[in-house]
Nanobody
């Protein structure tokens, strides 16, 4: 079975940085596009970033110039580098096998002073 496991979330002050990781097993990772989504309490899950198997990245407008998605195929891992974090970035961040209903359990990111 396919499994996605996120890590790297935590508490950070506004303006700070975090790097999220998503490790994938049970699928041929090299040929899969991956994505990050997030969901705040009472809000719908929203798209954050996507990376194709070729390494091309796409971002939601609200995170452009602040977040960077990348992947390491040797480690079966996709990353989300989050810089200049804002309180409104507070959410559970989920790794997604792009364009599927396969998700990780999520990792909490809290941005607060």
């Amino acid at each position: 079975q396919v499994q996605l496991v996120e890590s790297g979330g935590g508490l950070v002050q506004p303006g700070g940085s975090l790097r999220l990781s998503c490790t994938v097993s049970g699928i041929l990772f090299t040929f899969k596009s991956m994505a990050w989504y997030r969901q705040a309490p009472g809000k719908q899950r929203e798209f954050v970033a996507q990376i194709t198997s070729a390494g091309s990245a796409n971002y939601a407008d609200f995170v452009k110039a602040r977040f960077t998605i990348s992947r390491d195929n040797a480690k079966n891992t996709v990353y989300l580098q989050m810089d200049s974090l804002k309180p409104e970035d507070t959410a559970v961040y989920y790794c997604n096998l792009d364009r599927t209903n396969t998700w990780g359990q999520g990792t909490q990111v809290t941005v607060s002073s």
